[in-house]
């Protein structure tokens, strides 16, 4: 059986835009500023709603600024639908977004958010894929009091940092 060397690239392309996606994620919940900037092409916008629309680096410094209100957040993806084009994709992304942030009371409060990310990404002369344009639909929101308890707050001690050696766990950009 001779190999599809078409479908053999698309089949690496869409596994490099998910590993793209996981690490959005996990830069946002490990509030790791330097992978989040690694993460889109020097061009690109992000549009999370009425948060945030403009240049990337614009949304980098909003979400940095946003970090010390944030003791918590989870990112889960779900469904991820991806189309690639040589070096451009797109690709639909289901996911759950869950974040504790300051209450209006004082306390706290659990913000969670059934999110669509709508992505472009493209493919840089380094090889990686990146974001090129990012669009944040909220299809649920939910924001009630919190009163629970885990690991809130463990960025600095997270054992993935020990656990997982490899670079792609390390902090800042994945390379």
């Known amino acids: 059986m001779a190999i599809d060397e078409t479908?053999?690239?698309?089949?690496?392309?869409?596994?490099?835009?998910r590993d793209l996606v996981l690490l959005y994620s996990r830069?946002?919940?490990r509030q790791d500023i330097a992978l989040l900037r690694d993460l889109y092409t020097e061009d690109a916008?992000?549009?999370?709603g009425d948060s945030f629309d403009g240049p990337?680096?614009?949304y980098c410094k909003f979400i940095e600024g946003a970090f010390p209100?944030?003791?918590?957040?989870?990112?889960?993806?779900?469904?991820?639908?991806?189309?690639?084009?040589?070096d451009e994709g797109s690709g639909?992304?289901?996911a759950l977004a869950y974040h504790l942030i300051p209450g209006r009371d004082g306390g706290s409060e659990e913000d969670f958010m059934a999110v669509r990310y709508i992505d472009n990404y493209r493919r840089c002369p380094d090889g990686r894929w990146r974001f090129a344009r990012r669009v944040v639909t909220y299809d649920f929101?939910?924001?009630?009091?919190?009163?629970?308890?885990?690991l809130l707050g463990l960025r600095e001690r997270d054992p993935s940092?020990?656990?997982?050696?490899q670079a792609l766990f390390a902090r800042g950009p994945s390379g």
Do not use: W
Request: proline share 4%; hydrophobic share 35%.
């Open 69 to 86: 209100h944030m003791p918590y957040s989870g990112h889960h993806v779900c469904n991820h639908l991806i189309a690639v084009d040589g």
């Open 45 to 48: 916008t992000d549009s999370h």
């Open 56 to 58: 990337a680096d614009g």
């Open 7 to 17: 479908a053999l690239q698309a089949l690496l392309d869409k596994d490099a835009i």
């Open 141 to 150: 929101k939910l924001r009630r009091p919190f009163d629970g308890g885990g």
């Open 27 to 29: 830069a946002i919940d």
């Open 92 to 94: 639909e992304v289901y």
């Open 161 to 165: 940092y020990d656990v997982c050696t």
